[in-house]
């Protein structure tokens, strides 16, 4: 999807329709300010979250639906497929590959990762009812080391998203953030800290914000 088909340009959705989506969560531990996230600020006439600070991320579209077998873990994977659906079936793979696309879409950063060093699915949100757009977002988690070539060079992002910047983790939740947002941001700071200088790892348990009913759950996916 390029710039022309980004959130705030999709077609008119059926009422209140949930879309899957995918998120990444680039974190630099290499900072001398010390770890940081990558993040964005949405525009003022966007439909979805305007003006706010976010991480790179967007609807699934039908061509990510292919083969992409070192970008999770055999754990991420099996916890994805095993999770409850809001919307018509979603492979893992597209949910990476979506999340890789839209890395180089609103960044213009590359991303490798490998069997090494995957994504890790971390967090899952479905937007409330009501909203103008809802998606049923997974948040994937890897070091910016995985980033290929200058991880300071944005000069090939499209315009979805303004003031890209590494925020050092402890001043990023002081930004004018979605509340989803600041809740992952806190479950990310946990995971980083625990980490240390070791490889990141996928939380023992994936939190979940699931708004498809009539009342609102947290619960923790398995």
Avoid at 44 to 73: H, R
Wanted: hydrophobic share 45%; aromatic share 6%; proline share 9%.
């Amino acid at each position: 999807m390029d710039a022309a088909a980004t959130l705030d340009n999709l077609p008119a959705p059926a009422a209140d329709r949930i879309r899957n989506a995918a998120t990444v969560i680039l974190i630099d531990r290499d900072r001398a300010d010390g770890p940081s996230v990558l993040m964005g600020m949405r525009g003022a006439g966007a439909a979805f979250m305007p003006s706010k600070y976010v991480f790179p991320g967007g609807a699934v579209d039908a061509e990510d639906d292919a083969p992409c077998p070192e970008t999770l873990s055999d754990a991420c994977r099996a916890r994805l497929s095993a999770e409850p659906l809001a919307d018509v079936t979603v492979s893992p793979d597209a949910l990476a590959r979506a999340a890789l696309r839209e890395m180089v879409e609103e960044t213009g950063l590359t991303l490798a990762p490998s069997a090494d060093d995957p994504l890790l699915f971390v967090f899952r949100a479905i937007t409330p009812p009501g909203r103008p757009r809802r998606f049923d977002a997974r948040f994937f988690l890897i070091d910016a080391r995985n980033i290929v070539g200058d991880r300071d060079d944005f000069s090939g992002a499209c315009d979805e998203l303004s003031h890209l910047h590494w925020v050092p983790l402890a001043e990023a939740r002081a930004l004018d953030l979605p509340f989803i947002t600041e809740v992952v941001l806190a479950e990310v700071e946990a995971l980083v800290r625990a980490a240390g200088n070791s490889p990141l790892h996928a939380p023992r348990t994936v939190p979940f914000f699931d708004n498809q009913g009539a009342e609102p759950r947290f619960v923790q996916l398995s």
